[in-house]
């Protein structure tokens, strides 16, 4: 049996009734990730044994983004700076996974500081495209079948996007989740904490054990189905942004076949306006970004020029050159957004977007354009994308749902009905 490709409710119900030996998870992922971190290139750091754990998620390998701290593992935050940087005390999440037992399998690469300078990971399906950013690593890794579960961060659009890109499932939940505890930041008001996965079920599972803290939820498949019953046809609203007419127009196309396949099911779609232009909410989010980066890694730049890149080293430039007048400004624009977006979409049960402009984009330097992601992240709501087709150059496309602020769950009711509805074949990445 191949254990490596593994779901996470499977993995969990196959250790905890016996037919899945023990260890055997962990082995297997091991040998995934030696066969193909060679040209993937998803990890900073996997530890050359793992101890034996008991709990709910005992067996279960879980990688995590390298800005999130682990005790006793190398915590590098993408950057030269933090090299060799091995933290006393875990993150909240890192300690939350040991609690269920879970095994840390590796850090994974993120761009330096989560912001926009890549690190050395590729696409899982195309060595020539890049895996998006700045949860690189951790999409790229389950992705490739190594682990079932890995968590990244989002700020921008650093789950959403590299989760399409990968053809894995990526969930934002709503902002203040999960503490942040232990994760370096990059902009206290935007940064979420997040994770991928294989399918919504496993996402849906993720959410009962960190956000929920429901974890009998998924000891067993009965009691996961009544914690998690499929709703009937829901009431979607469409919702394209002005941001439509630049999107490639396969993704464009991705996108109308999904929703027709979506009404077919007896889904009602509405078609509604965000009351904003995308331009105006990926500035305000810009804004609130970079002032709050620019003081987190102002002192830091200052004494060690040469360890930050060029990237980096203009993230903090236009952030000091931003005043509080219109950082207060951008807080203002963000508090009423979400005001009316939660008026807006109250009669739905989620809304339907693009999670990005097109496949993947060729070569590593540029990460692809997280518009699509912005207003999400600046109102704080719940995100998701699921896979949903596949570009001429066979990379992954997805389609984006997000939801009222603590509507996670609903949200991912309605991610697994679609995701039925839209029946994706993963194939093996490459």
Known sequence: MEFSRQTLLGAIWGLQTGAIPRSAVIAAARECADNQE?????????PATYPPLSGILAGIPIALKDIIATEGMPTCNGSPFYAGNVPATDAWIAAKIKSYGGTIFGKTVTTEFAWRHPGPTVNAWSRLHTPGGS????????????????FGSQTLGSII????????????????????????????????????????????AALALFIEQTPEAVETQTSWQDYFPLIEPPQ?????????????????????LSLAALRKAGATLTELELPATSDAIFDATLVILQYEAARIHQQMIS???????????????DGLAITQSDYHAALAFQKHLSG???ELVAPYHAVLTLPAFGEAPAGLAFTGDATF???????????????????ANMLPLGLQIA????????????????????????????
């Open 38 to 46: 060679p040209w993937l290139r998803a990890f900073t750091y996997r």
């Open 135 to 150: 949860s690189s690593g951790s999409a790229a890794c389950v992705a490739a079948g190594i682990v079932p579960l890995a």
């Open 161 to 204: 996007r590299p989760a399409a890109f990968n053809g894995v499932v990526g969930f934002k939940p709503s902002f203040d989740s999960m503490p942040l505890d232990g994760v370096h930041p990059l902009a206290g008001s935007l940064d979420h904490l997040g994770y991928f996965t294989r399918n919504v079920a496993d996402a849906a």
């Open 236 to 256: 979607l609203a469409v919702i394209r942004t002005d941001a439509w007419r630049r999107a490639d127009a396969e993704q464009q196309a991705n996108f109308e």
């Open 303 to 317: 004494d060690h020029p040469h360890q930050a890149s060029d990237v980096l080293k203009k993230l903090v430039a």
């Open 340 to 342: 009316q977006f939660a």
């Open 373 to 391: 992601c912005a207003a999400w992240s600046l109102m704080g709501v719940p995100a998701i994308s699921i896979p949903s087709g596949w570009s």
């Open 403 to 430: 939801g009222a602020s603590g509507a996670d769950k609903q949200l991912l009711q309605v991610a697994a009905w679609a995701e039925a509805c839209l029946n994706w074949v993963p194939g093996e990445a490459k």
